[in-house]
C-alpha cells in the first residue's frame, strides 16, 4: 500500500485541506473523512444520550411531582362538613337509597327514580315488589323482587325492559349491557339463568340440591360472558363449598352445561361472597380466605390468601378487596385489611368505630354509622371522624374526593367536607 498526496494542495496557501488517501481494492480511501464522519455519528450518539436521560430526568420529575400531590391529596384531613343544597324527603324511612354515576337512586317496594347531582329527578318508574333488590353496573340498573317473580332494568335514560321469570327470586346481578342474571328457585332444583332486556332467556343452568348443591352466591362478568357461582353442598357431615364458572361465549359452547372450571378445594371453609372484579379477574371469598382467579379462557387459581381469623365482613372495588375482623390483640376492636387484585396486601389497619356500612371510595376507606362519619387512607391514617346533626340513614360517595351525600330522615344534603 502506497500513500500519495493529492496534487490539489500544489493550489492551496495552506495545508489545511491537504488529505491522505489510502489505496485499498485499487480505489482511494480518505482517512480524514472517515474520522470526520466517526467525529459526526459519535456526535449524534452523545445527543442522543443526552435528549433520552433528559426525557427520563423529566418523566421522573413529573412522577415524582403527582406522587407528591397524590399523597398530599390523600392525607388531607377534615373535620365538619358544609351543606351544599338539601332536598326535603318525601318518602318513607323504609326508602332505600344508593349512589348511581352522578348522583343517587331512591327505591322501594312501590318504585324507583333516579336523582343527578343536583338531586333533580332524571325519572321516577313504578312498580309493585315485596322485596327489592337493585344490582348496578356500569350504566345498568336492576331491580329484582326477592321471592317474586318481576325484574325491571333501566339505565340513566330509563327503563330498558322488564322480565316475567315465572318462579321465585333469590339474587339477581346485572351486567354492563343490562343482561340480568338470575338465580331461581324451585321445589326439586334451581336455576341460573340468563335473561337479555327484552325478557329473553339467552341460557339456564339447572342445578340440583342432591348434586350440585345450593347457590349461595352468584357474580357475572361485566361483559356478560361469564358467570361464576359457590355452591354449598352436603359431604358425610360436613358442609362444603364449590366454585364454579361457566362461560356464554364462543369459549363454552362445546362445554357441558357451559361449565369452563370448577374448584372444590375449600375443605370446611363455606364461600359465601363471589365477584368479578373485571372481565378476566374474579374473587371468592371465604370464612378465612380469598381466593383469586384469573381468566382468559379458562379460570385458574392465581393467589389464595390464608386469613388468620374469621372475616366478618368483605367490601370491595373494581381494584379492591377488603376485609374486617376482630381483632384478636390487645388495642383496638376491629383489624382490617385490603388486596389488590394481585392479591399484594396494600393497607393493614385497625379500629374502634362500630360501622354500619364500609365501602371503598376510590383509595379511601368510608364508614359510617347512624351518627358519625368515618375516613380512613391506605396507610391507616384517620381523614375525619365527624358527628352529623342528624342521625344518618345513608353515606353515599359521588366520586368527587370530598364530596358525599348524606341521607337522614328528613333531608338528602349534598355535603363537602372541610
Not at 34 to 51: A, L, N, Q, S, V
Not at 219 to 224: K, Q, T
Amino acid at each position: 500500500m502506497a500513500d500519495i498526496i493529492s496534487g490539489k494542495s500544489r493550489f492551496l496557501s495552506d495545508n489545511k485541506d491537504k488529505r491522505v488517501y489510502r489505496i485499498e481494492g485499487g480505489e482511494p480511501v480518505d482517512d480524514e473523512q472517515d474520522e470526520d464522519e466517526e467525529i459526526y455519528y459519535k456526535k449524534i450518539k452523545r445527543h442522543k444520550r443526552r435528549k433520552i436521560a433528559t426525557g427520563l430526568l423529566g418523566i421522573a420529575l413529573v412522577f415524582g411531582i403527582v406522587a407528591t400531590i397524590s399523597y398530599m391529596i390523600d392525607s388531607v384531613s377534615y373535620t365538619d362538613y358544609i351543606v351544599n343544597y338539601s332536598v326535603n324527603r318525601d318518602d318513607s324511612e323504609t326508602t332505600c337509597y344508593t349512589e348511581y354515576k352522578d348522583g343517587y337512586l331512591r327505591y322501594s317496594n312501590d318504585g324507583i327514580a333516579y336523582h343527578n347531582s343536583k338531586g333533580t329527578t332524571v325519572w321516577d318508574k313504578t312498580f309493585s315488589m315485596q322485596k327489592p333488590q337493585v344490582k348496578i353496573c356500569g350504566n345498568a340498573v336492576a331491580v329484582g323482587d326477592i321471592n317474586g317473580s318481576t325484574i325491571c332494568v333501566f339505565n340513566a335514560s330509563g327503563a330498558l325492559g322488564s322480565i316475567d321469570t315465572s318462579l321465585n327470586i333469590a339474587q339477581i346481578e346485572v351486567t354492563g349491557q343490562g343482561l340480568v342474571a338470575a338465580v331461581l328457585e324451585d321445589n326439586e332444583a334451581n336455576y341460573i339463568n340468563l335473561y337479555n332486556t327484552n325478557g329473553e332467556k339467552i341460557y339456564s343452568v339447572k342445578t340440583s340440591l342432591s348434586g350440585d348443591g345450593y347457590p349461595l352466591d352468584i357474580s357475572v362478568s361485566e361483559d356478560g360472558t361469564k358467570l361464576m357461582a359457590s355452591y354449598l353442598y352436603v359431604s358425610g357431615e360436613s358442609m362444603k363449598t364449590n366454585v364454579v364458572f361457566y362461560n356464554f361465549s364462543d369459549v363454552g359452547q362445546n362445554e357441558t352445561e357451559r361449565i369452563v372450571g370448577g374448584f372444590n378445594h375449600y375443605n370446611d371453609t363455606i364461600v359465601g361472597d363471589v365477584f368479578f372484579m373485571d372481565n378476566k379477574t374474579a374473587v371468592a371469598v371465604g370464612e378465612n380466605l380469598i381466593s383469586i382467579y384469573k381468566i382468559k379462557e379458562y379460570p385458574k387459581l392465581y393467589k389464595e390468601i390464608t386469613i388468620d381469623n374469621e372475616i366478618e365482613r368483605v367490601f370491595f372495588s373494581s381494584e379492591y378487596i377488603g376485609i374486617v375482623q376482630k381483632n384478636e390483640e390487645s388495642g383496638d376492636v376491629y383489624k382490617l385489611a385490603v388486596y389488590n387484585t394481585s392479591g399484594s396486601r396494600v393497607c393493614q389497619t385497625t379500629f374502634n368505630t362500630q360501622c354500619d356500612k364500609i365501602k371503598l371510595d376510590g383509595k379511601t376507606i368510608v364508614m359510617n354509622n347512624d351518627s358519625t362519619l368515618f375516613l380512613m387512607n391506605f396507610k391507616g391514617r384517620k381523614l375525619a371522624e365527624i358527628q352529623t346533626t342528624l342521625p344518618v340513614t345513608e353515606f353515599l360517595t359521588t366520586g368527587k374526593r370530598g364530596s358525599y351525600i348524606l341521607v337522614s330522615s328528613k333531608y338528602v344534603q349534598f355535603i363537602k367536607l372541610k
